[in-house]
């Protein structure tokens, strides 16, 4: 039987969130047997802490949220995919902001930093999350995840987008051990035409190239290219220039399936336990994610009657 397993050291990881722009220092520690994942606000008189779970999920418009009452963290999902990947069972993670540093806008940092620290095996048992049937859920946008028993977590996922430039793509994750070296460096992702409209809402304002890939599809006029730019603080652009914006090219030709995947692992780890199932994905997101963790965690609860 495997052990749980909880971080050897603490580490420390600091930038600035995506949607509120702040920055924000997280300190990832090790914590004690069964204990989870937790958040605790040390910006906030009394310290008050939040259990990383996908019940205690209460916004997936543009990444994860967790809360507890009126406090919240958002974009949790990729610090949450690196624990997750990583085997580790127990964490208290000490946030001084609202929302997680996005960093680098994949799960990397978070798996370095992990590897740095280390990992140390306690004396639990860890709990592993089987299921004896099929779980299918229906997004309202043609989204479909299905969740079916097996031996060992792996997950397929294809991503379709109304778009020229990034059509239907394909990942696949065979086992969990290989999320550090195939899935983990994988960027999140935003539309040009999306940006605006997103900005408008209060989001992405920490977003600039150096966090996010940018898809630029459709040719904006030089002055309503150049303003966004100016928006987001980065450079201009040559407006007839379409394609990818960023200074660092794609790692792999299909990186934003793989940055779903990556999502959708983060989403995951909030059943609390590691799952032992075959997930197979078509268009996946943070919503759909979330029901589908839900369904897992209500499967558990009713085999356990």
């Known amino acids: ?28 520690c090790p914590a004690p047997e069964n204990h989870g994942y937790i958040l605790r606000r040390t910006d906030i008189d009394g310290q008050p802490c939040i259990t990383c779970s996908a019940e205690n999920v209460v916004e ?17 999902e990729h610090a949450m995919a690196a624990l997750y990947a990583s085997s580790i069972d127990n964490c208290l993670i000490d946030i001084d902001g609202p929302e997680m540093p996005i960093l680098d806008g994949s ?16 004396a639990a048992e860890k709990q592993y999350i089987t299921i004896d049937s099929e779980i299918v859920i229906d997004g309202s946008k043609g989204e479909h995840i299905v969740v079916s028993p097996a031996d060992h977590f792996s997950i397929d996922i ?4 109304e778009s020229k430039m990034l059509a239907n793509q394909r990942a696949e994750l065979g086992g969990i051990t290989d999320f550090a070296t195939e899935v983990a460096s994988a960027r999140t992702f935003v539309f040009v035409r999306d940006i605006q409209p997103l900005l408008e809402l209060g989001y992405i304002r920490g977003g600039d190239l150096d966090n996010a890939i940018v898809i630029y599809e459709n040719q904006l006029s030089q002055d309503k290219l150049d303003m966004l730019a100016d928006t987001m603080r980065v450079p201009h652009m040559d407006a007839t220039k379409l394609g990818y914006l960023n200074r660092k090219p794609l790692t792999w030709p ?6 779903k995947l990556l999502d959708l692992v ?6 609390g336990h590691p799952l032992r199932a075959r997930v197979t994905a078509f268009k996946p997101g943070h ?4 029901k589908v963790a839900r369904e897992i965690i209500n499967a558990i609860q009713n085999k356990t009657k």
Request: no cysteine.
């Open 158 to 161: 294809t991503i379709a987008f």
């Open 107 to 122: 799960a990397l940092p978070f798996i370095q930093a992990i590897q740095h620290a280390g990992l140390t095996e306690q």
């Open 1 to 28: 039987m495997s052990k749980q397993i909880t971080l050897s050291k603490p580490f420390t990881l600091a930038g600035k969130g995506l949607h509120t722009g702040l920055q924000i220092t997280a300190t990832f």
């Open 266 to 271: 983060g989403d995951l780890a909030l059943t």
């Open 254 to 259: 299909n990186e934003m399936a793989r940055h």
């Open 60 to 76: 997936t418009t543009r990444g994860t949220v967790v809360a507890r009452g009126d406090v919240k963290v958002s974009t949790i």
């Open 287 to 290: 919503t759909i994610n979330n």
